[in-house]
């Protein structure tokens, strides 16, 4: 019984010779009897076969449908010309599934993972990825930038490896939350690439991190934005000061008060609201027994309610400068470092009550689906793959990542 080859895979322009029902394939040959030269159209060519087999759209239960047909290699006998005859079902001519099994694939793929859709299609896993790859290539080949007014740069580490591949350098725009930029390593020069897409930005406002270089980068080329180190990363910064204080003390402990201190690391990283009763009774006898650490935790409470309370940036600026000069006052040389880093910032940290509407919240659950990503080892296997996913990362959803 033939099989409508058009309605059922798509496929034009060639006619069926045979199909052979198999235990656990269908193969339909197919034929095509005329040629003609894509360039001039002429009819004068002379052809030299090549034998094919594409995969194409399950027919019923059977999911294993082969097409076999001869592609021709043609040569034009009127312009001259060498070429491969096109095939109209083919994505590329070196295509092993036809457009219509592709097209179906790239449908099912946000619902299912690629392991499972090449059990399915009883394809390689490296078919599948090879097919979405080129597809998220095509869409993130030219992003939008026209209207992007905030970005925020940050750096991910996403595993070991040499040394610009530890880590990615992302740059997002703050509003939407799109990714603009993903690039290899940190610093600067992983920013190349980044300027070009951003020419027609209107940047207004840019969020960094305080410790690295991209502050001179943006100045030199965006001299009209304001950088903008937001509250994020001042208390990200704080609770790496107060993980520093907490090994310095360690180290000098005996057993017995180092084995109290282990279970409390999980104090010092959660807010003090979010505390239960106990844990904050701990830290109050704490204050006593391990001075620097309490003075410390209280501390980083202190640059927290900073920003509950501050009404703007004059009033944030006086706050600030209180906070250093009393942080100062304690000796602690990790928080005597942290007021520093506070002072030579403080412009940019301020800033952050200008821009306080655009916000990097959407940054932290951002950070939450790049660790999925690499728990799902995508970049060891394919970098390019890796990075291309993670500009997908803002249109999946946080339920799918469970
Ligand atoms: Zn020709």
Redesign the pocket.
């Known amino acids: 019984m033939p099989v409508n080859l058009y309605y059922t895979q798509r496929v034009r322009g060639f006619q069926q010779e045979n199909v052979k029902y198999l235990k656990n394939s269908v193969e339909i040959q197919l034929k095509r009897t005329k040629h003609q ?1 894509p ?2 159209g ?1 009819t004068r060519v002379t052809v030299e076969p090549v034998r094919r087999q594409i995969r194409g759209e399950p027919l019923g239960s059977c999911r294993n449908v082969v097409l076999e047909f001869t592609i021709h290699r043609l040569y ?1 006998h ?2 001259h ?1 060498r070429v491969m005859e096109h095939i109209p079902f083919l994505s590329h001519p070196k295509a092993r599934l036809t457009k219509a099994l592709e097209r179906t694939i790239l449908e099912l793929r946000p619902h299912m993972s690629i392991q499972s859709l090449a059990n399915f299609y009883n394809l390689r896993w490296h078919t599948i990825k090879e097919l979405e790859k080129k597809q998220l290539k095509k869409k993130y080949s030219r992003i939008q930038t026209a209207h992007v007014k905030a970005i925020g740069i940050d750096e991910s580490h996403v595993g070991k490896g040499m040394q610009n591949q530890q880590y990615l350098t992302i740059v997002r725009d703050l509003q939407s939350g799109a990714v603009i930029h993903v690039g290899d390593g940190k610093g600067i020069s992983a920013l190349a690439g980044a300027l070009k897409k951003l020419k027609k930005s209107k940047l207004k406002v840019v969020t960094m991190d305080m410790a690295n270089a991209y502050f001179s980068w943006i100045s030199e080329n965006f001299p009209k934005a304001n950088i903008v180190f937001d509250h994020f990363h001042v208390i990200k910064l704080m609770n790496d000061k107060l993980d520093l204080v907490r090994c310095r003390i360690t180290a000098k402990m005996d057993e017995s008060q180092r084995k109290q201190l282990k279970g409390l690391r999980f104090i010092f990283l959660r807010n003090n609201e979010d505390l239960p009763e106990d844990a904050r009774m701990i830290l109050k006898n704490m204050r006593g027994d391990f001075q620097d650490l309490g003075d410390a935790y209280m501390f980083k409470e202190a640059l927290r309610s900073i920003y509950r309370q501050a009404k703007d940036s004059y009033h944030a600026r006086i706050a600030f400068h209180r906070w250093c000069k009393m942080a100062e006052e304690t000796g602690i040389p990790e928080l005597k470092t942290m007021a520093r880093t506070i002072r030579d910032k403080l412009d940019g940290i301020v800033t952050y009550w200008t821009f306080r509407h655009i916000s990097n919240a959407k940054m932290e659950g951002f950070n939450n689906k790049i660790r999925w990503l690499i728990k799902q080892a995508y970049g060891f296997r394919d970098r390019e793959y890796f990075k291309l996913k993670i500009y997908q990362l803002p249109e999946i959803s946080s339920e799918k990542l469970l």
């Open positions: 030269c360039y001039c002429s034009c009127s312009c010309h």
